[in-house]
Each structure stands twice: as C-alpha cells, then as structure tokens.
C-alpha cells in the first residue's frame, strides 16, 4: 500500500492520518497539507507501517517544532529517539 492521507478538521485542531508506507518521496506532500493545516496539528501514525530515515529525520523535526504525534509505532518512536540522540551528539 502506498500512503495514504485523511485530514479531520475539529474546531480547535487538525488531525492528519497518514495511512500505509511512508517514503522521502512522499514528503512534499506531507510537509503541503500539514503546511495547510493551520498551527494546531496532531500527526496520527497509527496505520503507518514503514517509514524510511529520511521520513524519521521529518517526523523529528515535526516533534522538535511543536507538532504532536499520535499513536506512533514503537519502532518509529525508538527511531525518532535515536535520530534525535545522533543529531544532537
């Protein structure tokens, strides 16, 4: 499966899921619609089922500047973790 996106507008925040597999191709357009989605943004990863380096490197900028991630994969997470400890060191 490719990715997938689904936006849920609430009145306070935008929720966007993002569905499938996760390359560094599909970042452009993940960056546009979080982009158009107004400052109070959750990322939902729940059904994200593979992500490449370049896409961790993203969802840990995500997080550095604000942005919430929800229902992340504990190997997504262990990542991020990771990737943040390697960027700082």
């Given at each position: 499966m490719?990715?997938?996106?689904?936006k849920i507008v609430a009145k306070c925040r935008t929720t966007v899921k993002l569905i499938?597999?996760?390359?560094a191709d599909d970042?452009?357009?993940?960056?546009r619609q979080l982009e158009a989605s107004?400052?109070?943004?959750?990322?939902?990863l729940d059904e994200v089922t593979l992500v490449d380096v370049e896409v961790v490197r993203f969802l840990n900028r995500c997080e550095t500047e604000g942005m919430r991630l929800v229902d992340c994969s504990a190997y997504i997470r262990e990542w991020i973790s990771?990737?943040?400890?390697?960027?700082?060191g």
């Open positions: 490719t990715l997938k996106i689904e499938g597999r996760v390359q970042l452009v357009e993940v960056a107004g400052p109070l943004i959750v990322l939902q990771r990737e943040r400890i390697r960027s700082q």
